[in-house]
């Protein structure tokens, strides 16, 4: 104990006193070999996430945070606050050299007789050094461990510790102003809970008031936790010594002594004292939130945010790291969200689909990305987010944590089956293959045996798709503005899977299951599970002649001290040549004309747009997936888990599995009536030729040997019955037509009956 109480008397008045007694010189020896530099680093700061309004205006989504703590300049820093600590804390601050001998005595006295744990006369200085010491152990912790042994260590009872913490406050001392020092107190105090510095502690407690609006006796109260918060914090109303039924009796007594405190030391007037001290303690607690729950309609939007940063390793070498670095980095990250089209999107899908049916496990989507830059600027779903197990539990299924927008791993599902928007790819293969929109081909619907795949090895077997309806489509314009199952199967059979496959992934087209993408023939209609983000990001490229760029939600990040972070690159590639996406929008607009599958999807403005529908067998999944010259949204409509037929349910809106068309068009129309969208540029003219052939010769050949030349050369072959002939019955006797026709058209075969007796040549005379 001599040699305790030597140092810490030596320490309070300077470590060149002599004081007598070997204990004292030694432990004096002692104390100036300790360090006495303290790196004071970053606060664990929470990051906020901002969209901005149509006037410029920013909106706050949600903050993430370890700490709740916003740091202010001494000058934010209301003087009561100010005066407070230093009377209730510290009365001799601004005097000392970091040390306040008294108090340090008394510690020291206690520390001896193993009394310890209190703050025991600690100066603010002395705090603030073991705050700094906690908060560098939380910053620079890898792991919970980690962090757990470290701030034991800073905070551990014992002799040693105080005698580093006092030399340390020293050296704090010599390198900082009292201000500098009283401010870093005021900023990283503890408040109990998750609240830190005074700021938070003053929205926490106070209903949102930010502290330099706070009353003398609020301060009060919030300077008196920083003593013990587990004693004096006013979150817990139910508390027998500190709730509400007793006025929150042992933090009034501690504002009170502190509101004693500066009367005493005149900070306060006599009347301003008697005001405050008969005022009660009355807390309004607003939980702040943390996470993307405090989103709302936007959640998932925010949710995207998320991942973004936690796969990008511009945030950190490990997922934990970057999650860190937002939970404690300050960051002020400035989306990419439209909050007038957020908003259009998320009331189309609320008046249009449950956010659950008895009947079947329904979801719905909609997401809208900008051509060219890859923003996305509308996420909704027709759930609530939160990833809160509890918050799930209690809500039941009208609220989930997975974003059915996005791959499985971005926080999405493992996807759904497009159906026939990835007609788009097979579309786009056909031109860039060398082939026209208005080249003819056989669009029956028929048994295909065959389909070539470079990737994977040629395909062999019996595919029969079934159509929607009766129409028959024989060139890639029809069969795209019809969505005709068969003539797509014919432009496939003609092309290679493989490629048609390369094509979709130069889109940005990937599996949501993070599983390669595959291609078979049914795959020509839409069966790999994909993310809607994933489909509006490809429209979006067919939009911006091929270019298509990576969806970003983020435009901006900027950190603690105002300087810029780099957001997630925007990758932007040219996906087909320009020929190839302006011939496939050529075909896809038709979809929006007379007699096209998006003719309901009509915004009625006068944008121009290209379009897509898409159902899957038994109408599982519905999607409507278009785009204009400035935004690309994908819709869909479905089934989360099940087998329920969309077709055969009705929503109070309408039909469920045309949801899809009441949806679409009313997110869109507010993205036309914004930003507008001029022409398409036209394809080349290559892209719209009619290639005509010459008919092979047939007539008089077997049906089989028939079927095979003309095949060869290019013609589809119809059979068209028998008729009266002179040739030998089952022989072809005509085909329609005949001389020349478009390359790809259907030829109709003509056989014989026999029933036509040749006319007998005359014999000549003489």
Known sequence: MSVVAGVLVAAAVTPAMAVSGLAATNAITLFDNLPNYLKIGELAEGSTIYATAADGSLHKLATFYEQNREEIAWEDIPQFAKDAAVSGEDPRFFEHGGVDAQGTLKAAVQLALGRGGGRGGSSITQQYVKNVQVQNAVMNAKTTKEREDAVD???????????????????????????????????????????????????????????????????????????????????????????????????????DYILHKMLTYQKIGAEQYAAAIAAPVVPTITPPTTGCEAAGGAGFFCDYVYWSIRTNEAFGATADERVEKLRRGGLDIYTTLDLGLQAAAEAAINENVPSTDSRFDVGATAVTVQPGTGRIVAMAQNKTFSNDPEVLKANGPSWTSVNYNTDIDYGGSSGFQPGSTYKAFTLGEWVNAGHSLRENFDGRRRTFTHFTNSCDGDWSGNFAPRNDDGRIASNAVDATKWSVNSSFVAMASKLDLCKIKELAQSFGVHRADADPLQMFPSDVLGTQEVAPLTMAEAFAGIANGGVTCSPTAIDRIVDRFDKEIAPPARDCTQAVPANVANAMAYAMQQTFAGGG??????????????????????????????????????????????????????FDSGQAATARHRIWPRIMKVADDAWGGGAFAEPDASALRVVRAGIPEVVGKAPEDARRILEAAGFGVTDAGQQDSELPAGLVSATSPSGTAPRGATISLYTSNGARIPTPKPTPSG
């Not at 030399?167 to 900023?187: C, H, P, W």
């Not at 209903?207 to 003593?227: F, H, M, R």
């Open 153 to 255: 260590a800073a905070t551990e009872p014992t002799p040693d510790r105080k005698l580093k913490e006092i030399r340390l406050a020293i050296g704090v001392e010599k390198n900082y102003t009292k201000t500098q020092i009283l401010a870093g107190y005021l900023n990283i105090a503890y408040f109990g809970g998750t609240v830190y510095g005074i700021e938070a502690a003053s929205k926490y407690y106070f209903g949102g008031v930010s502290a330099k609006d706070l009353t003398l006796e609020q301060v009060a109260s919030l300077l008196a936790i920083v003593n013990y918060p587990e004693k004096f914090r006013l979150d817990r109303p139910d508390s027998v010594k500190n709730g509400a039924a007793n006025g929150y009796a042992d933090n009034k007594s501690r504002r």
């Open 597 to 650: 599958t998006a003719t309901a999807s009509n915004t009625g403005t006068g944008v121009p747009h290209i379009g897509k529908t898409g159902t899957t067998d038994s109408a599982k999944d519905t999607w409507m997936i278009g785009a204009s010259a400035k935004a690309a949204t994908a819709v869909w409509v479905g089934n989360v888990t099940g087998e329920a037929n969309l077709r055969n349910l009705r």
